[in-house]
């Protein structure tokens, strides 16, 4: 039978992937890698890049050729059989790499080239440098009988993150709640009830239907008069994946955010780590646990006074315009909104019609070709796993390919939620092999319905942009080496600079012009729509910053502070950090830790921080732009050349000084978000 994972192409034949392919391939691929670098170490002339590093790249690129397309169609086309196929391929990978990591021979190898190879390039003496210390971090030093108990922790992590995400998945489609008369929906705009009723013709009902897929939740908690629905829904929102809620126990995270925390601990401990934490940060730019802690802390202290009185604004609001005396957490979103209309005259529905979403895509390219002299162009006839996906292209002022990216915008069913960059393949670059950096760009905004184009509120274009400038970042690098290319090796706490930098340019009038007009008309934004958009820039900025360093604060110290007798803490650690720096209360049914997928699924385990540390570095970077002009050709040619086409190849606070001509200052990133200094 033709296995399409296992035949080599440009891109992934999407369609004909099937979830019999998966173990098939993987199975195949590995015992191939597994022969190949056995043949590899027989050498006894000696290790160099040739004979050794580059081979094994090769190898490893065939494995993630493969894998890639499966790992992210189990994220956005979702089914029993696809899921049980991945399921089945994460011990085998897990294994696959504790082996590598344990191989002391391979270890020796690549310690031999380090040493003896002369005429290595700085990149490739990253990659190096990277995989000897990523040797160590593996366990390559360990006894035998600490090894095997490692390779085990390692399998169960892999089976465990899976489980998570998978529970929160579906948790989340679990719930909807429909109704037969949009008077129940009284306060949703026209634009939210159309998507409504579409969701309803998707389940097959009448009338109209809300979910728990973001787009839905978030018009209903912002705009819903009716106070009872709001807190129906965040109820069932906040206890996803839980033992509270309207699913209970169903598919609750409980225990296997216990045991995620207790195997990183004690894998940290075997690698003679004090805590989990403490091994998180050796591959990131931040010197200690304490430089962390520090860093969130003193944000706090300068942006929790500001919270705190943006919080009494609203309660006075709520209760002076509205009569309400007892502000919940529920009904925070919808009265902001109000304010913000009441303070500012500006809303986010009145904003929507300014961003269909036919003007902000090609808006945002416009913005992409301005800053580094790109070209991006749309490709027809692609494979895809949705009807809804496009594929582009990227082409230098030259003519040269760059990369490509899938853009994949709208939540639906079997979907994970969410917004997130991954990587489809990576740049490499050697006699026998030229691949293009291709990326995944995925959002999940409200499908277009209705007949009119998706609209999109603000803070949606901001993230599409933000998850662009990660695309950049993987697309735009001109390393050769697949370890060290694109966001590969880039310290982690430094990855998100790229993204947060080009989410300024949502905020900046010359861009704007770019990628608004009125969906119906085409009239371009407002001077007066901009001026107040422009004016409510920094509205509740202070609740937004002591919000993201809560989550940043309680990752840090759920990892950094675990206790083998006493376990996780999990909600013991998360009062004391809201006691800290929190000025919002939930009730004490609100299970937000069973939903946290960036640290129990994703990459940012004892890493949250590093939104708010690299929002120095974008903030700083910005800065420079600002100064110049923001579209200023000379700086966006030294923005592209030391932070994008660099990638993982050098440190990243070296890269950011060449760009900048010194190390980041932290007063550019409170300036941007409106908080007093």
């Not at 290790?47 to 992210?72: C, F, G, M, T």
């Not at 990183?264 to 989990?276: I, S, T, V």
């Not at 706090?300 to 009569?323: C, I, N, T, V, Y």
């Amino acid at each position: 039978m033709s296995n399409p994972l296992l035949e080599p192409s440009p891109l992934p034949a999407f369609s004909r992937i099937k979830p019999e392919h998966v173990v098939p391939a993987i199975d195949a691929l590995l015992q191939d890698n597994r022969a190949g670098i056995e043949r590899l170490l027989q050498n006894r002339l000696g290790y160099s890049w040739k004979n050794l590093i580059e081979p094994i790249d090769e190898l490893d690129n065939q494995l993630d050729l493969a894998w890639s397309p499966v790992r992210h169609m189990n994220s956005v086309v979702d089914s029993p059989e696809l899921r049980e196929a991945y399921n089945a391929c994460l011990p085998k990978l897990a294994e696959y790499s504790t082996e590598m990591g344990h191989n002391r021979a391979l270890y020796l190898a690549y310690r031999e080239v380090a040493e003896k190879e002369p005429d290595l390039d700085s990149a490739q003496r990253k990659v190096l440098e990277n995989a000897l210390r990523d040797f160590h971090l593996a366990g390559v030093d360990l006894p035998e009988e600490k090894k095997a108990r490692y390779k085990e922790i390692s399998q169960g992590l892999s089976s465990l993150v899976s489980k998570f995400e998978q529970n929160l998945l579906d948790a989340t489609h679990a719930w909807s709640k429909s109704f037969a008369d949009p008077v129940a929906l009284a306060g949703l705009s026209a634009t939210d009830l159309d998507l409504a009723r579409q969701i309803a013709e998707e389940q097959g009902k009448q009338g109209w239907v809300v979910n728990l897929d973001f787009p839905s939740y978030y018009a209903v908690m912002t705009y819903a008069d009716d106070r009872a629905l709001r807190r129906e829904m965040y109820e069932a929102y906040a206890t996803r994946a839980s033992d509270r809620g309207p699913y209970a126990g169903q598919w609750d995270n409980g225990d296997i955010m216990e045991q995620i925390l207790a195997l990183r601990h004690e894998a940290a401990q075997l690698l003679g780590f004090a805590n989990y934490a403490e091994r998180s940060l050796v591959t990131k730019m931040a010197a200690s646990t304490d430089q962390v802690e520090q860093f969130l802390l003193d944000l706090a202290e300068r942006s929790r006074p500001q919270a705190m009185r943006e919080l009494e604004e609203l309660r006075a609001f709520a209760e002076e315009e509205q009569g309400l005396s007892d502000l919940k957490v529920w009904d925070i979103g919808y009265y902001s909104e109000k304010l913000r209309r009441h303070r500012y005259a500006v809303s986010q529905a009145e904003l929507k019609s300014y961003f269909p979403v036919t003007r902000v895509i090609p808006g945002l390219f416009a913005v992409a070709e301005r800053l580094f002299g790109i070209r991006i162009a749309e490709v027809q006839g692609c494979d895809t796993w949705h009807p809804d996906v496009l594929l582009y292209e990227i082409h230098d002022p030259a003519g040269a390919l760059r990369g490509q990216f899938y853009l994949d915008l709208y939540a639906r069913p079997h979907k994970r939620g969410g917004a997130w960059m991954d990587d489809c393949a990576g740049r490499f670059v050697n006699d026998r092999i030229r691949q293009t950096p291709v990326a995944y760009l995925t959002c999940n905004f409200a499908r277009p319905v209705g007949g009119k184009p998706a609209l999109l509120t603000h803070n949606e274009v901001e993230t599409l942009f933000h998850e662009f400038g990660h695309g950049l970042h993987h697309m735009l690098t001109r390393i050769d080496h697949p370890a060290v290319s694109g966001i590969s090796g880039v310290a982690w706490d430094a990855v998100e600079l790229p993204s947060q930098f080009m989410e300024n340019y949502c905020w900046e009038r010359e861009a704007l012009a770019l990628f608004t007009a009125h969906y119906e008309t085409g009239a371009p934004l407002p001077a007066d729509l901009y001026d107040r958009m422009l004016a409510a820039k920094h509205f509740q900025t202070g609740m937004q910053m002591v919000r993201q360093l809560e989550f940043s604060l309680f990752d840090l110290r759920i990892h950094r502070d675990y206790d083998p007798v006493l376990g996780g803490r999990i909600y013991p650690i998360l009062h004391q950090v809201r006691e800290l720096v929190s000025v919002v209360h939930p009730p004490e049914w609100n299970r937000f830790p069973h939903g946290f997928s960036h640290i129990f699924a994703g990459g940012y385990a004892a890493g949250y921080y590093s939104y708010k540390w690299a929002e120095v570095l974008s903030a700083d970077a910005f800065s420079l732009f600002e100064e110049r002009g923001i579209f200023d050709p000379e700086t966006g040619q030294s923005f592209l050349r030391n932070i994008l086409e660099k990638g993982g190849s050098a440190d990243a606070m070296d890269l950011f000084v060449a760009f900048r001509g010194r190390e980041p200052a932290i007063e550019p990133l409170l300036r941007h978000s409106g908080i007093a200094q």
